[in-house]
């Protein structure tokens, strides 16, 4: 509907009278400005009348203007109503501004309601004359205010553009309009010396009218959310919905100039925030031109262009952010200059309060003066500081993406002078140190103009006094170089202690699960707390530098004003008030400066360090981008070659890796590989993959590649993901892929099939499901070339051979393939086969061809039929044993063990069993309802947890009570009360015992002057030194406290954790949350404490001046804690929204790192490369937003501080001098010149505070981690030779993962009898590895139990039981040390020990011809030495250890099958009487057993010795031998 326009005389009317009053008024304004008679004005009968009148006509004119198209519209809508069908307007929900507008209008008409009653009210009590014009004007103030209100709640509710133009105007207007009404009450209360009740009500009015004036600016009323629905049209809808789907960009992009000033672009997120926790997506994304990707580029053309050097990276870090680094500097020169406008004007405001004014309104010009310098400073010094935090965001952003980036084509040498998680700290130490420099890049040139402005202002009012001063400052920052050199030192030890810490940290997190299984993992706890001893150390001198340095930053002030005041007394600089105030204001600004100073220094040293580091990393040699050749199809009918090639991974090494390396593969070629373990066969496939260092020759593969490395590279995510490996989903090809690798049973056992997320390093995947994930990755990339390196190692005999016949036969048919393996029956179908030995290749041909030859083939070749002459010697032995059954039953170990167990289990346990029966029964049938349910456990890996809400009280009093139960907190906060005291006496004392002029004669003497100031401030710099040390001390034995509170959970956790929960997840707890409870929360907490303290102070001292500084001071106090609650809500989300945004950064880095060579043969650095972009974008954006939103609540902040500055002021001008001294009013607007810093620094110190806790919160919450059962059940300890003989006995043993999961094992019974060679079989997912799990007690049955040498397993501590038994896991692990340290990492073995077990398990010849021998280096993940290598290190420790037990879990899986037969005679040989139980897919590895238990679906289907499971050419086993023998058959066939 139209709004009904006005008739021309209706609108000619109004303005005509306000014409007419402007020209009236203006020309009696004139007249008196000329005169400068604003006094007279004020009390003259004239101007008392004018202002009434002005008000009411101004108010009659408003109202008339707001009524009339009210009314016209409401006549409208009457008249057709019976033609227009009633409409629903939307009414919408108030937002905050909303309610603090309609609050504004109300307490405005209250406010003037109160004086229309109150007037009458003293004309009769009081008896004072009648003044009708008040009366009537505040009638018609009320009237305007009360109509105004409801309009404006009609209009907010119901209105869907902007506020209505009258509204804004009028409050604007009215701004202008009261602000001259308070001037003109100020000239009345100078004249009569009377502060009226008018009066205030003018003051609250202004200020009200300035909220209302900054609204109007806002103009927007579609702020709240609809109440009633409506229809809209469906396209609306999907308009709308289609919008919702585009990300959101942050508003910052395109807010207007008033809201980038204002930060009201925020709003939108901090009222989302305080709706409802924040998640993720609730934050915008950062624009466009502030993205990794965008920023990441502009670095990287630039340093293309100028090198990778320190110098150019500095530029380009400059270059790229350079036009917000030159508005910052402007930006930092006014706050600069504004900061200094106090200090230099107190003087003369003193004089003027004393009468000795220049001009008549000097005091209005000098409150002015005040006003703009502190409007100014706060609001450059806004914007500087978050500009700054977010050019740090972007240049951290390129840094970190170009190390990344570099991660990924590092050469292998480079690789071995980084490790990963030096790389790491390169991304999260190196490149944050230099994006937080962007914080004292201006400090720089900032502090030496400080100074200088400073020695001005000083110079002026003290003359050459002003010297000595400025010499004790420079003594005192000469002073503070050794100590601020001294803690760089302390803080460099530091950080190279942590360094050291997080590497063993992330090393002992990455191999839990060899620690627990070996109980290795106190002695590596105490290994990490002897290492955060070394630490603790250098933070303890690095705590002591910090006391001696906050000690000079607060003494400064004290000492350098006693030597100022005392030259001044010295050589006669008279003294006065003026001259006190100043150079006091002035000592305060220039602390910081004198304290920053050194820390500047520091800061740049270190961020030369971190530029040095970077440069160096960028600078590392590369992958040989000739390394490899690519040709085109068309070009050639090769699909490889490579032509006399000389490759080493250590090119300075006098011998090389490969050598003399000619091989030819024709397009579609299968090529096999085989040699013994350290022969070089995965070498020669990082020759074609570019991976290793080319000496000589050439390499020129024609097609794509696809790579599946020895051991298993897994993404932490999806297994539909690591399949696809960033290729399009296709169900036909992805299905046939599955069926290929037989993987789709092992789909139907995880919880959500292939949206199952695995875990870091895939831990939840056994070893053959992480291999035939990897082989169904290559398989759908559908590659021309696929290099696979043994991928049938960790797999059984029946799904090696399906994933040979299915995968390199059928679908690879006609691709060429290149495959390493140590099992001799997958050769014969090779077209092409390639024998290595020490880096040659010693023999090619096909097999016939070779195995004519008397050479190293020959020897695989008959290592495989020796193994397999075993097997067929069991077979053939089956009638023999067939006809000794018939005879008798045999007492030997064919006895079936089930009928024993069977009868053990009626005697023991026959009233339990029943019970359990029937729960297994029921579990049986309800299973699967359940997870039909949704009942089943969720993914394994979920989201980081993260705390909603306040951070609770509790954990602020765990970490103050963590030092000594909180005793030194009643101490620290007196130490800093008597401080601020003795501080606020000392300069009481300096403005009382000073005159006003220089001829006034002062109370006191000029030595009495001296020497009480003197006492007074050593005694407060005492309090400081005593405060300091105190709060050192408690931050120092909290951080310990939490420290080993934390890190001992996180030891006695159970694997179930460490499965679900990534690695960088505990990092970013043990490095980011435990940085800052060591060098930030304590003295935060100190701040906090103190900042309340001083602020106390600051008002007590204005309150002096004048108590009605409290009528605005309490509420805008209130304002203040009403801002920081609201900021905190969103605040406190983003912070913990940034600890959880890192954590996958981290990851993806680490990742990405360890799977280089998987990524780069994929070609698939591109996409990474993204991905990691979109992360930085990700931990960006709740950064940006964060540092936004402080921003935010500090400008509102400083606004508010400034009114309460500005009344107080005003107050001081209007109060005359027989009311309060005007030294004591000066020293009351010296001290409120910091009112707004120190009011802004305490909300932004209690906002940090609660923020940073979280870190506390989150080592609080890995203090609380469920535990293993207990190490050591001191009244239940086995004797010192348990187990003696190693009977294991398996009676009714039920395990499930998960309360709601099935079953794995369904109440399995066997006996593992002492002394006997035990071999476990069965597929994949049937429990093998889960019993071998409960066994060590990382999983505890739900049913059943386990009892060795007549001691149940569950009775005793895990140490006693892990340390009596040994273990050979499936994936090897070594640690970054020497050989030494890895055969023996407790040292309680000697040399001669350690030689002997390195001979038996086939390393003493290789160890011996490294120089430094047992000392001989091994890198990190010992990725220097072959995965067949590992392994035998991994037999070495058992063999040291001879324990009566020892356990194989596919021991010799990546060993050729020479080396198994040399390891499995070792092992009869040196473990002959002890009980050993092999998991193996190797059949030949388990024949030789005395007992093989067949496993399949959780139970015992088979139990009993080879022999006798042969007889029934139908059991299980003898199915597999039988797949195995058939396979192996096809080699002698051939």
């Known amino acids: 509907m139209p709004i009904p326009q006005t008739s021309t005389e209706d609108q000619l009317m109004p303005i005509a009278a306000m014409k007419l009053m402007e020209s009236i008024w203006a020309t009696q304004l004139m007249r008196l400005v000329g005169d400068r008679k604003w006094g007279e004005f004020a009390d003259s009968v004239f101007g008392v009348y004018m202002r009434h009148a002005l008000a009411i006509v101004l108010h009659f004119v408003f109202v008339i203007c707001l009524i009339l198209p009210f009314f016209w519209r409401i006549c409208t809508r009457r008249s057709e109503s019976s033609v227009l069908k009633p409409t629903h307007s939307r009414k919408l929900q108030l937002g905050v501004m909303h309610k603090l507008v309609l609050l504004s209008c109300i307490s405005l008409t209250v406010l003037y309601a109160s004086l229309g009653i109150w007037s009458p009210l003293c004309w009769w009590l009081k008896e004072i004359p009648k003044d009708f014009g008040a009366e009537g004007e505040y009638v018609f103030q009320t009237m305007a205010w009360a109509i105004m209100s409801g309009y404006a709640y009609y209009s907010l509710t119901r209105s869907k553009e902007n506020l209505p133009f009258l509204l804004r105007m009028w409050w604007i207007l009215s701004l202008s309009l009261y602000a001259f009404f308070l001037f003109l009450n100020i000239q009345e209360i100078k004249q009569q010396k009377h502060f009226s009740l008018s009066s205030l009500v003018e003051i609250l ?117 350079q036009k917000d680094i030159l508005f910052t500097a402007f930006l930092a020169l006014m706050t600069s200059c504004s900061s200094y406008v106090g200090p230099y004007f107190i003087d003369n405001f003193v004089q003027c309060l004393a009468d000795k004014k220049q001009f008549a309104s000097e005091g209005i010009v000098l409150a002015c003066a005040f006003l703009l310098a502190k409007a100014v400073e706060s609001l450059s010094q806004r914007h500087w500081f978050f500009i700054t935090v ?22 292998s040498q480079s690789r071995q002078k980084h490790t990963s998680g030096e790389i790491v700290n390169y991304m999260s130490v190196d490149a944050n140190r230099i994006g937080d420099f962007s914080w004292y890049l201006h400090d720089i040139w900032t502090s030496p103009l400080q100074v200088l402005l400073a020695l001005g202002i000083l110079y002026q009012n003290l003359g050459l006094a002003s010297l000595a001063g400025m010499a004790t400052m420079a003594l005192i920052m000469m002073a503070n170089f050794p100590l601020g050199k001294m803690q760089k030192n302390y803080n460099e030890k530091l950080m190279k202690a942590k360094d050291g810490r997080m590497k063993a940290t992330s090393e002992i997190l990455r191999n839990m699960k060899i620690l627990k299984l070996q109980a290795w993992e106190t002695r590596f706890l105490q290994k990490l707390e002897t290492l955060r001893k070394k630490e603790s150390n250098w933070l303890k001198k690095y705590f002591y530098g910090y006391a001696g340095l906050s000690f000079f930053f607060w003494g400064t002030p004290a000492l350098v004003s006693v ?128 991976e290793i260092p080319k000496i000589s020759g050439s390499v020129k593969i024609s097609g794509t590649k696809a790579y599946v490395s020895q051991s298993p590279w897994i993404q932490s995510g999806k297994i539909r993901d690591n399949i696809l490996f960033g290729r399009e989903w296709d169900k036909t090809r992805y299905e046939s892929v599955l069926q290929a690798c037989a993987f789709e049973k092992d789909l139907e056992l995880f919880p959500y099939g292939d949206q199952t997320k695995i875990g870091e390093r895939g831990i939840n995947l056994s070893g053959g499901q992480k291999q035939r994930i990897q082989i169904a990755r290559a ?155 949704g009942v089943k456990s969720s993914q394994l890996v979920q989201e980081e947890e993260r705390e909603k809400g306040r951070v609770s009280l509790w954990v602020y009093w765990s970490y103050i009570t963590a030092a000594y139960r909180g005793a030194l907190i009643p101490i ?85 954790f460490f499965d679900a929960t990534p690695t960088g997840r505990i990092l970013n707890r043990v490095s980011t949350d435990q940085s800052k409870v060591d060098q930030i929360i304590p003295f935060q907490l100190g701040g906090l404490a103190f900042s309340i303290i001083q602020l106390l102070g600051i008002v007590a001292v204005m309150s002096q001046v004048a108590w009605q500084v409290f009528i605005v001071f309490i509420p805008v106090l209130a304002i203040c804690i009403w801002y920081q609650q609201y900021y905190i809500v969103t605040s406190r989300e983003l912070a913990r929204l940034i ?123 890995y203090s609380r981690i469920p535990s293993e059962p207990p190490l050591v059940i001191e009244n239940s300890r086995p004797s010192s030779c348990w187990p003696s003989n190693g009977t294991i006995d398996i009676i009714d043993l039920r395990v499930r993962y998960g309360p709601h999961l099935p079953l794995v094992l369904k109440g399995i019974s066997c006996t593992f009898p002492g002394g006997n060679k035990v071999g476990i079989v069965g597929r994949t997912g049937c429990g093998k590895s889960t019993l071998i799990q409960t066994l060590f007690r990382v999983i505890d049955p739900v049913g059943g139990r386990i009892v060795i040498d007549g001691i149940d397993i569950l009775t005793i501590g895990l140490h006693d039981l892990r340390s009596r038994i040994s273990i050979i896991p499936q994936d090897p692990t070594m640690f970054e040390g020497t050989i030494r340290n890895n055969l023996d990492p407790l040292g309680d073995y000697s040399d001669d020990e350690i030689w002997k077990a390195l001979e038996k398990c086939e390393l003493g010849e290789v160890v011996r011809e490294k120089e430094e021998k047992l000392d001989s280096l091994v890198s990190e993940n010992g990725e220097n030495w072959s995965v067949g290598q590992r392994q035998l290190v991994c037999l ?52 030789d057993s005395d007992l093989v238990l067949v496993l399949s679906d959780g139970n015992v289907v088979e139990y009993d010795s080879p022999t006798k499971l042969l007889e029934n050419k139908s059991s299980s086993f003898a199915k597999l031998v039988s797949e195995y023998t058939l396979r192996a058959t096809n080699v002698e066939e051939k």
């Open 205 to 321: 009015a202004l200020f009200l009218s300035a909220f209302l004036s900054y609204a109007s600016f806002c103009g927007k009323t579609c702020e709240g959310s609809s109440t009633e629905s409506i229809e809209e049209p469906l396209l609306n809808n999907i308009q709308e919905n289609s919008e919702n789907l585009k990300p959101k960009v942050t508003p910052y992009a395109t807010a207007s100039f008033l809201s980038r000033m204002s930060f009201s672009w925020m709003k939108p997120l901090l009222d989302a925030g305080h709706r409802k926790p924040l998640g993720i997506d609730d934050v915008p994304q950062v624009a466009d031109t502030h993205k990794a990707d965008y920023i990441y580029h502009k670095f990287r053309n630039q340093l293309d262009a100028k090198g990778n050097g320190t110098l150019s990276i500095a530029k380009m870090a400059i270059v790229i952010v």
């Open 390 to 411: 977010h050019l740090g965001v972007r240049v951290k952003a390129a840094l970190t993406a170009a190390i990344y980036k570099k991660g990924l084509v590092l050469s």
């Open 563 to 690: 030597v100022t005041f005392g030259t001044c007394t010295m050589i006669g600089v008279p003294l006065t008030t003026g001259r006190i105030l100043s150079a006091l204001a002035t000592f305060k600004i220039l602390q910081e400066p004198i304290y920053s100073l050194p820390d500047l220094i520091s800061m740049i040293a270190q961020t030369k360090v971190s530029l040095d580091r970077i440069a160096d990393f960028l600078q590392e040699e590369e992958l040989q981008p000739d390394a490899v050749k690519q040709i085109s199809n068309d070009l050639t009918e090769m699909a490889i070659e490579i032509q006399e090639g000389v490759f080493s991974w250590d090119p300075t090494a006098p011998s090389s890796t490969i050598r003399g390396l000619d091989v030819q593969v024709k397009r579609g070629m299968r090529v096999a590989v085989c040699g013994t373990v350290g022969s070089g066969k995965s070498s020669l496939l990082s020759c074609i993959i570019g």
């Open 779 to 933: 398989l759908y990339q559908d590659a021309d070339i696929n290099l696979f390196d043994d991928p049938f190692s960790a797999v059984d005999a029946h799904t090696g051979t399906h994933i040979f016949q299915e995968c390199l036969l059928r679908i690879l048919g006609s691709k060429t393939v290149i495959y390493v393996t140590h099992q001799v029956e997958f050769l014969y179908r090779a077209d092409l086969i390639l024998v290595m030995r020490d880096g040659e290749i010693t023999q090619a041909g096909k097999y016939d061809d070779i195995l004519q030859e008397s050479t190293d083939f020959e020897e695989l070749v008959g290592a495989h039929q020796k193994a397999l002459k075993s097997v067929n010697a069991m077979e053939n032995s089956e009638n023999l044993s067939s006809q000794a059954l018939d005879e008798g039953p045999s007492t030997g170990n064919t006895t079936n063990v089930k009928d024993v167990d069977r009868q053990k289990l009626q005697k023991q346990d026959s009233s339990q069993k029943s019970k359990e029966v029937e729960e297994d029964l029921e579990s049986k049938t309800n299973g699967e309802k359940e997870i039909d349910k």
């Open 972 to 1056: 620290i906060l007196l130490a800093h009360t008597t401080f601020q005291l003795l501080d606020i006496s000392s300069s009481y004392w300096m403005a009382w015992a000073t005159p006003l002029t220089e001829d006034q004669k002062p109370p006191v003497s000029k030595s009495s002057l001296i020497l009480v100031y003197m006492a007074l401030a050593l005694c407060s710099a005492l309090c400081i030194l005593v405060r300091t040390i105190f709060i050192c001390l408690s931050g120092f034995k909290s951080a310990q406290q939490l420290f080993s509170n934390m890190h001992s959970c996180i030891f006695r956790a159970p694997m179930s």
């Open 1139 to 1261: 600890g959880v945004c890192k954590a996958p950064v981290i990851q993806h880095f680490a990742e990405s790192i360890s799977g280089a060579a998987t990524i780069r043969s994929f070609d698939q650095e591109s996409r990474f490369m993204n991905t990691n972009l979109q992360l930085i974008d990700g931990f960006s954006r709740p950064s940006f937003h964060n540092a936004a939103a402080m921003q935010w609540l500090c400008f509102r902040i400083d606004i508010l501080s400034n009114l309460v500055f500005v009344f107080s002021m005003v107050l001081v001008l209007c109060l005359p001098e027989s009311i309060i001294s005007p030294s004591i009013a000066g020293l009351g607007i010296t001290y409120g010149l910091n009112l707004n810093l120190t009011q802004a620094w305490l909300i932004w110190t209690l906002c940090n505070v609660e923020n940073n806790m979280i870190s506390v919160e989150r080592m609080v919450q």
């Open 1436 to 1487: 070495g420790r058992v063999l040291l250890k001879q324990s009566r037990i020892l356990v194989l879990d596919e021991a010799t899986a990546s060993v050729d099958t020479a080396t198994d037969g040399l390891i499995q005679q070792t092992i009869r040989n040196q473990f002959r009487d002890c009980t050993v139980i092999t998991i193996a897919h190797r059949i030949p590895s388990v024949c």
